[in-house]
Structures are given as C-alpha cells and as structure tokens.
C-alpha cells in the first residue's frame, strides 16, 4: 500500500485524492477567487482552510455560511455598517471582508446568496473595493475569496437564482471535492484514524475493526460523506466492549444495509435487461438517499431532468 497522501488536515491514499492534492498544491499561491464544490460532508471547509494555511498569506481565515445568516443583516455581516445606517445600528461594524484583510474569507453555500446581494459581492471581487451600509465612500481590502456549495450552480443560473458573471468570477479556479464513495481505501483509512481519535477520547483500549465491519463500510455508499463515517464511528466506539469494532457496534443503517449487487441477482442464472438493472439501481439509490432526488441526481451522475424521466418511465414512486 502507499504512504497515505496529506494536505494539511487533508487525508487521502486513493487517487482521487492524490489529484485534489495536487491540484491545491498549485492553486494555494494563487491570488485568484477559488470555488470548491462537493457533496455535503465532504470536507469542502478543510479544503478552503488548508488552500489558506498554503497560501502564505498573513491575515486571518474567516469563514461564514451563507445559508445561516438571515438575508436583512448578511449584507452587514459581509461588508460592514457605519453608525445610524438603519435602525438599531448604534455602532460602526467593520464586516467580514475587513476582518479578513491580508487573509481569506470562505463564503460557505454561496448557492443560498441572495440575489439581491449578488452584484455588491460581484463589484468586490472585480474592485476589490466594498461600500459599508451608510458610508459614501469605498474601501479597499486585500481578501482572497474562496466560495463553497454542494448546490449545481449551473442549475440555479438556469432558474435565475444565481447571476452567471458572478459564478464565472468565483469559478477561475474550480475545485471538485470527490464524495467518499469514489475514494476506495480511504474509508477504512479515515475509518481508522477517527477510531483512534474517539477511543483516545473514550478512555477505550480499541485497536480497529473487524473484517465484517471493515467490509460493511467498504459497501456503504456514504450519502453523508466524511462527517457520517466519523459519526458511525463514534457510535461504534460508545457501543464497543471488545478491543475491536464488530458488526453490532456499528449504527442501525449499516447493520442493515444490503449492497446493491446482491440485491440484484438472486440465483446464478437469474439474467435481467440493462434497462431493469438501471431501473433497480437508480430505486437503490433513491432508499440510500432518503428520497432526496437532487442528492440522487448527484450519486448517479444525472442531471434532476434526466432522473424525473426516468423516474416516470420506470413509474418508479
């Protein structure tokens, strides 16, 4: 086996990961706005944290999440307030991008950015100047801006939900987070590297898993990506009163999980068409993800369109 890959807090064997590492190898002394997409879960925050940590730059890492902050006070929040710009605003408040000067600011499911606000985040990154609410003049800040989303951006451009010259001026450096399905031996290696850390945590004597267990996570497909292993493991660690991880100490849905290849052949003879083995696969995925059609879309590589039609031309509910 190889010497497992690391970038910063990034951890990785497979060579999915060894090209994202590479790849931000490249890219962190760039100066250029940065736009990691990736499922949920799949570490798209540490990706911007460790881009920074390469970068050089001195100023802080600030990061905020678009989607949790009401839209009244997120452009406050990002650009800042001078005393008496609206009620309630009784002292000056510097805002995000000047609290990152010299450093980057994360914009976290920049998908959910109002559109309303989307032209002043445009204008900012294109001057590098920002306008607090009530001042009348514009300030210079020297930000690098990373943005963030599990959200098909191209999708909401196409709802008019996100202006495309603000996608393309995020976009100049694209970064795929890949899920952990398409990560091979990296389950069981993060797998491993969590257990140590809960049993460390715990007070345990584990030393890893069975092999019943290390072939469940292995079949998992993992629609949570990274954070749902490390909670599984977490549980199995409470659960645990051997020295190893077994079947029974794992969470109920990996327990129960059935891979979707033995489910589709019963008897050795038993034959099917391409379209009944599509057909099986894509109601596999829809179980796994709760009935989340745009999470499905994603896992089978379809677009939201293309899964509704077949969806009607399986009559598949």
């Not at 077994?246 to 489910?263: A, H, K, M, N």
Request: net charge positive; aromatic share 6%.
């Amino acid at each position: 086996m190889r010497q497992a890959g690391q970038f910063d807090r990034l951890l990785g064997n497979s060579d999915a990961m060894r090209s994202l590492f590479e790849q931000l190898a490249r890219i962190a002394v760039a100066d250029a706005p940065v736009l990691v997409v990736g499922e949920t879960g799949t570490g798209k925050e540490l990706v911007a944290r460790a881009l920074h940590a390469r970068s050089g730059r001195k100023g802080p890492f600030v990061a905020i999440n678009c989607a949790a902050v009401p839209e009244t006070l997120l452009e406050s929040e990002l650009f800042g307030h001078e005393k008496g710009a609206f009620t309630g605003a009784h002292a000056r408040h510097e805002g995000l991008f000047a609290a990152a000067r010299g450093g980057t600011l994360l914009l976290d499911e920049i998908g959910d950015m109002p559109l309303s606000l989307q032209p002043k985040l445009l204008r900012a990154l294109q001057e590098r100047t920002i306008r607090p609410l009530g001042a009348t003049r514009e300030v210079a800040v020297d930000v690098r801006v990373i943005a963030a989303t599990h959200c098909d951006l191209d999708e909401l451009i196409q709802r008019g939900r996100f202006r495309a010259d603000l996608y393309y001026r995020l976009a100049v450096l694209p970064v795929r987070v890949p899920p952990l399905r398409e990560r091979g031996g990296d389950i069981l290696l993060l797998a491993q590297r969590f257990l140590e850390q809960s049993a460390t945590r715990a007070g345990k004597a584990i030393s890893g898993l069975s092999p019943e267990a290390a072939r469940r996570l292995g079949d998992y497909p993992w629609p949570g990506n990274i954070r749902e292993l490390q909670n599984c493991i977490e549980h199995a660690v409470a659960m645990a009163q051997h020295t190893e991880i077994l079947v029974e100490d794992l969470p109920e849905p990996l327990r129960t999980y059935r891979s979707w290849r033995s489910g589709l052949v019963h008897e050795a003879d038993e034959l099917m068409s391409l379209e009944e083995l599509e057909r099986r696969y894509i109601v596999h995925v829809l179980r796994v993800t709760g009935g989340n059609k745009r999470r499905a879309a994603q896992i089978l590589g379809l677009n939201r369109a293309t899964l509704y039609r077949k969806l009607e031309r399986y009559r598949v509910q």
